[in-house]
């Protein structure tokens, strides 16, 4: 096979959604149609053994979450697919955000009884400015929902992304029996699931018109579908791929993935319309995925995936050309030519050391401490630099101390290598010294990570001291003297800080303390992350 036809069939994505709306499902009934899994539960079964799968870290385990991102690969209809899984609950951190980067298109699972929900926002937020296409899945048919139309306003007035229902959900006062197909112009009804959702299930299909259907589904529910159809035709969004490949309007599937209702419809759909892996920005112009000359990015560095053997690995984005095990190629940051050794790929948690990879497929690395988020590798013919990740605002910030102050030392260096990783974000107060840190995250859990991870590959325990603020300032006076607590009108309001390159931070509880320093610092500009400043 050429590299462009091996480029032509891969799809990579992320699945975003607030938990519990059915992300897990969706995928775990992804991999079953894909024949990955014979028996879907495999992937979370979460009664009995809730950390089947990902369970590298100790504190996983412990908790029973999945605390990183992993990355599932099958195939489907001639497709090869990299599902990339966004960690979802108090889990969330900025890996999951940068997740995203390494993505060509997401796929939003939306409960049909809530619709869009505070995370499915933030993450939304994230693959928009990415301007990569957005697929819509409507999850939980097969019980109470809201109004279908009124799903989909919501979407377009929440998002700010328009909707093209895919298919569209038959029954009235949010009891559902199937859907109406507007791509094959058919319907389809829930069929008896006898199997409780463990294997693929039948739906009955019917032609529109035909009486058999009528007569199943009543003669009300069919009006109602009718007058919801020819209002969907007359005022709803057009479809239009350029539009999709914009980011600017939503493929819509409503389904359910616990019943497997639409679900193969829905992989069918998204593997025609959704783009394989599309061009990089790079400081040396446009990097092509079928250029000859193999280009990656790391996205994520995970730490200790295998306590047996303390090893971190890196997780690469392919970019352009092949990947070969073994290959030497170019490490930006360090200008050195590293040997991609050990290379692997991962069904959940089975590792498979792999051969050769193409664009749009990820790769683990065995990292002896070299890589950093965003670091490009390439073919040292080619030498060039992929765009720079962006930094996500933190929200979550506590002090961090080591309890035995004799541990400084191994302290200061953990929180350095874990700051490097992108675990954190480091701050230091002003006048404090280096006996304790101010560490913000995008999300609670990376407090116990930090906590867990100093103690068992540091040797320290630490005093964490959560820290009531939830806003993060970058500051500059227009001025251009530098601000510091004696010259910013109310810096006792919050808590005044200087990042790793001595930048002030102001840190506030809210959007109100906000306005109130910005009104009294007329020459103040505030912003969210360091980038912007
Ligand atoms: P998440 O990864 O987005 O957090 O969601 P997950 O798939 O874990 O699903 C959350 C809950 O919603 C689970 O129930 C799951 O079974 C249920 N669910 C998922 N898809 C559907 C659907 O199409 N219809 C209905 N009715 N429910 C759905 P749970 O009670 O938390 O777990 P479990 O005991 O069912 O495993």
């Known amino acids: 096979m050429t590299l462009a036809e091996e480029i032509s069939k891969r799809r990579t994505f992320a699945i975003i959604s607030h938990p519990d709306a059915g992300k897990t499902t969706l995928t775990e009934k992804l991999l079953l149609y894909g024949g990955a899994i014979h028996l879907a539960g495999s992937i979370k079964s979460r009664k009995t053994q809730r950390h089947a799968v990902s369970d590298w870290m100790e504190i996983e385990k412990q908790r029973g979450i999945s605390v990183t991102s992993s990355v599932l690969q099958f195939d489907y209809g001639g497709c090869r697919i990299n ?35 505070a995370q499915t926002k933030k993450l939304f937020k994230v693959c928009r400015e990415r301007r990569i296409p957005i697929f819509t899945f409507i999850n939980k048919l097969d019980r109470y929902g809201k109004v279908p139309l009124d799903l989909l306003d919501e979407v377009e007035k929440v998002l700010g992304i328009s909707a093209y229902p895919m298919n ?16 094959k112009n058919r319907v389809e009804l829930f069929a008896e699931d006898t199997t409780h959702g463990q294997s693929e299930r039948i739906s009955e299909i019917f032609a529109p018109d035909d009486p058999d259907m009528i007569k199943k589904i009543g003669q009300a529910n069919y009006d109602a579908l009718q007058d919801d159809l020819t209002l969907l035709d007359e005022a709803g969004e057009d479809f239009d791929i350029d539009k999709i490949n914009a980011g600017d309007l939503t493929p819509t599937f409503f389904g359910s993935a616990m019943t497997n209702f639409g679900v193969q419809n829905f992989l069918e759909e998204y593997l025609k319309l959704a783009p394989p892996p599309a061009p990089r920005l790079s400081d040396d112009g446009v990097i092509e ?23 971190r690995l890196a997780f690469i984005r392919i970019c352009s050309g092949k990947f070969e095990r073994n290959m030497q190629v170019w490490h930006a940051p360090s200008n050195k030519i590293i040997k991609l050794a050990q290379p692997q790929q991962f069904l959940a948690q089975e590792r498979q050391i792999i051969d050769e990879a193409f664009p749009g497929d990820i790769v683990g690395l065995f990292d002896p401490g070299i890589f950093g988020i965003g670091d490009t590798i390439a073919d ?30 191994q ?40 906590q867990y991870r100093l103690k068992s590959e540091y040797g320290v325990d630490v005093l964490l001291t959560m820290l009531p603020f939830e806003v993060a300032r970058w500051l500059k006076f227009s001025t251009g003297e530098k601000v510091t607590p004696a010259s910013l009108r109310g810096a006792n309001r919050g808590m005044f800080l200087l990042d790793r390159q001595e930048n002030p931070v102001l840190l506030v509880e809210n959007e109100w303390a906000l306005g109130w320093i910005s009104e009294n610092n007329p020459k103040l500009s505030m912003y969210s992350t360091p980038q912007e400043v």
């Open 411 to 450: 302290f200061a260096k953990g929180i350095e290598q874990l700051t490097q990783e992108g675990a954190i974000q480091l701050f230091y107060p002003v006048g404090m010294g280096n006996e304790s840190f101010v560490v913000g995250t995008v999300g609670t859990l990376q407090f116990e990570v930090l």
């Open 83 to 117: 599902i990339l899984d966004t960690p979802g609950h108090q889990d969330f951190s900025e890996d999951t955000y940068r997740t995203l980067m390494a993505v060509d298109s997401a796929v939003m699972v939306l409960d049909a009884a809530k619709g869009v929900e």
């Open 289 to 311: 995925p079928d250029d000859e000359k193999f280009s990656a990015f790391v996205f994520k560095i995970q730490a200790n995936m295998n306590p047996a053997h303390r090893d």
């Open 380 to 409: 040292a013919a080619h030498k060039f630099r992929f765009e720079e990740f962006p930094t996500f605002p933190p929200e979550k910030f506590a002090r961090v101390q080591a309890k035995d102050t004799m541990k400084r030392k």
């Open 168 to 183: 569209f959900p038959i029954g009235v006062d949010g009891k559902y029996l199937g859907v109406y197909d507007r791509q």
